[in-house]
Structure formats: structure tokens, C-alpha cells
């Protein structure tokens, strides 16, 4: 592996501008993206709706209907929905963004839930240096679940590997994840980072889940490489994030989490001319982290836009994806088959109207119109920006300054 720059401090964090000099670097790494192969669970669905006027009670009122009629309650625990863009898109709009906007070498990690599928597709068409094989891996840990990204699993056991990882989760073996983080750790050119660690991911209430991921880290540090800033999480979640890098010692990674057409709001710089040199960076706690003008706009209206292309139809996609039902996939009465196959239409009434109401709201010619409104929302200012590094280059000590100022 390369020598690392010496006359640059190990870490940074920093905001693009337009005309900045990047020359110093050689790459921009956009991590933490999803495709049309990922898996996404809808177990969160009915908490999202609950918060949408006058659909929540529409949809309330159609659940007890379903639930009445079927003798037992929807479980949307057995259903999952896909992103509507394909590798080949999501890999080119990284790459676009970072040849427009740097001018630098472009490396992307594609981490789709429960499949690799994306990856092995993207190594045929790509560079395998700068299309690694990844996933988003589902650890259990007690009553509570972790995200961790696994990036740049060796080409020819990945297969393997990938199975035994979705047989761990499927198992919510807490002994076996601790024994496959160990030895993906110790695999040259392997980059594990905890994503979003904040989040709540099995609803088990903010204080418990903390307390399960202090716990969490202090088990597996040894193993995890970064923590993760993560593009659609607020400012305030991000900052608690480099809290626990300064606690922990690990370092802060970019994470764009995208699921939707927008790229990556948070991306990484690097030396390296690969996706496995820039591993050995992130191993040896060398991180330059850039927060992109995205980032600053209200999470609210982001995340709208995002769901507003979910639920787009997109008429050059292939027979069987261009709708959003299509794109759903339900168990009904033990067998699996796409929304469409039971809703050929799109659904009742309702849900066609909730669908229509919503894309017209959020269609990008209206959608600005709701920033001011946005931006008066506590929600919003609390998602706008991480707490900006005022100098371009910082020393590592910016991750202890201002990490909880709630601004």
C-alpha cells in the first residue's frame, strides 16, 4: 500500500465549495447507496403515514377493514419495497456528481440490502477497483439491531460470505455475528463501518438503544473500522455520531444512504487511486469526510423528494418496475409476489388518490414552494447541517468541537 500524504492532517470535516482546489486529492468515495436489487423493509410504513394529514386516518381506517375481514392484523413485517433505480443508474449519477463537481477519479460502494447482485453487475461493466463488492449487513444484538456496511469483500468468496451473513441475520445469532466481524476484520482490504448508529432501528426506545450501542462497540471495536455520518439522518444524530468518535477513537466515514435518484449529500476525498488503498486510509484513521450544499437543505423536503421518486412512474424502466406496486413485494397467505399482482391497478380508490395527491404535491415544480414552511420547522433546521469545520483543512480535533450545540 501507498505512503500516506504527510504535510495533511488525518481528518477532516469540511463543506464543498465550488471553487475549491481539490488537486490534492486523487478520488472522491461516495459509500452507502442502494439499488433496484436492495431489499427495504416496510415494517416503518404505517409510522410514516401516521404522520401524513388526512391519508393517516384514511389508511387507519382500511387496516381495521383488512384486519376485520382477514381475522388478523397486516403484518408489514413480511413485506419489502425496492429503490427505482438500477446499478448501472445509481453508479453513473455518483460518478457524474463527483467528475462534475471535483474533477477527481470516482469510487462507489454500493450496498444494497440482502443482495450483492448490484455489485457483481457493476464488476462486469466497471473497474472492480472502483466498484467493490458490498452490502448493508443487518447485525443482531439482543432485542436490538445494528447496520453495518461491508465493503469490498474479496471477488471470489463473496458469494459465500454474503450467504453466511444473511444466515446470521436470519438466525439473529449474536455469537456467530461477533465470530463474522472478527474475521471480516481480518481480511485485507475490508472496510466495516457502523451505519447510522444512532438510529433506532428495532424501536426499542432512545435510551435502551443507547446503552445496546455503547455496548456494541465496546464488543466489536477491535472489528469496526468508522462510524458512519450518514446523509439523511439530521445534523443533530450526526453530531451525537462524532461524539462517539471522540469517545471511541474510530473514525467518522461518509455514508450518502441514498434510495431514491438524488446522489450522495455526504462523500469522502481521498489519496488513494482505489477502492482498496482508500480502505488502507480509513484502517489507519486517515478520513477527509465533505459535506455537499445537499446536506444544508431541510431533511423534511429531502426526504419528500426522495419518497415523491419511490412512488414516481418511470416509463423507460423495464416491464414489471416502471410502477411503484410493482416495485413492492408482499407474502400473502404464504406466497410471495409483487403488489401488483393483487392491486393491478395501483389499489382502492383511496390509495390511488393518496398516491396521486402526494406526487402532485412534491412534483419538483411545486415542492420548492414548501421550503420556507420547511425551513420554520424544528425538524428541518435540526437536519440542515452538520456543525460546519470553519478552516478547509482541519486536524482531528475538530470532531470535539461543538459536537452537541444543537443548532
Not at 309 to 325: A, C, I, K, M, Q
Amino acid at each position: 500500500m501507498r505512503r500516506h500524504h504527510q504535510s495533511r492532517p488525518r481528518a477532516s470535516l469540511r463543506d464543498f465549495a465550488d471553487h475549491a482546489d481539490w488537486s490534492a486529492f486523487r478520488s472522491v468515495v461516495s459509500l452507502h447507496a442502494h439499488t433496484s436489487y436492495s431489499c427495504e423493509v416496510m415494517a416503518d410504513l404505517p409510522g410514516y403515514i401516521a404522520r401524513v394529514p388526512i391519508v393517516a386516518r384514511l389508511f387507519e381506517r382500511q387496516l381495521h377493514q383488512t384486519a376485520a375481514s382477514a381475522g388478523r392484523p397486516v403484518d408489514f413485517g413480511k413485506g419489502w419495497w425496492h429503490p427505482p433505480v438500477d446499478p448501472r443508474g445509481v453508479f453513473e449519477s455518483e460518478s457524474a456528481q463527483i467528475e462534475r463537481r471535483f474533477g477527481l477519479r470516482a469510487l462507489v460502494s454500493i450496498t444494497d440490502h440482502d443482495s450483492i447482485a448490484a455489485n457483481l453487475e457493476l464488476q462486469l461493466r466497471y473497474a472492480a477497483s472502483c466498484a467493490p463488492i458490498a452490502s448493508e449487513w443487518t447485525v443482531p444484538f439482543g432485542d436490538d439491531v445494528f447496520h453495518v456496511g461491508v465493503h469490498n469483500l474479496p471477488v471470489a468468496d463473496a458469494r459465500p460470505w454474503h450467504e453466511r451473513l444473511a444466515a446470521c441475520t436470519a438466525d439473529r445469532d449474536g455469537a456467530a455475528a461477533t465470530r463474522l466481524l472478527r474475521e471480516l476484520a481480518d481480511l485485507d482490504g475490508v472496510l466495516l463501518v457502523l451505519n447510522h448508529p444512532l438510529w433506532d432501528l428495532a424501536g426499542i426506545g432512545p435510551s435502551a438503544h443507547l446503552a445496546h450501542l455503547r455496548a456494541f462497540v465496546d464488543a466489536h471495536r477491535g472489528s469496526l473500522h468508522a462510524l458512519e455520518l450518514n446523509g439523511y439522518r439530521s445534523r443533530r444524530e450526526n453530531g451525537g455520531v462524532r461524539t462517539l468518535s471522540a469517545e471511541t477513537g474510530l473514525p467518522v466515514i461518509s455514508g450518502g444512504d441514498r434510495h431514491a435518484c438524488a446522489p450522495n449529500a455526504i462523500v469522502n476525498v481521498s489519496d488513494a487511486p482505489s477502492f482498496a488503498e482508500f480502505v488502507d486510509e480509513i484502517r489507519h484513521g486517515v478520513s477527509h469526510v465533505v459535506v455537499m450544499p445537499e446536506y444544508r437543505e431541510p431533511l423534511a423536503m429531502r426526504k419528500l423528494a426522495a419518497a415523491s421518486e419511490v412512488l414516481r412512474y418511470y416509463r423507460r424502466h423495464p416491464d414489471g418496475s416502471r410502477r411503484w406496486f410493482d416495485r413492492v413485494t408482499c407474502e400473502w397467505r404464504g406466497k410471495v409476489r409483487p403488489l401488483s399482482y393483487y392491486w393491478p391497478t395501483g389499489g382502492p380508490v383511496w390509495v390511488r388518490a393518496a398516491v396521486t395527491t402526494f406526487l402532485m404535491l412534491t412534483n419538483p415544480v411545486v415542492l420548492p414552494l414548501l421550503h420556507a414552511a420547511l425551513e420554520r420547522s424544528p425538524d428541518a433546521r435540526d437536519g440542515r447541517a452538520i456543525p460546519r469545520a470553519a478552516p478547509i483543512e482541519t486536524s482531528v480535533g475538530v470532531f470535539r468541537l461543538g459536537l452537541n450545540d444543537g443548532r
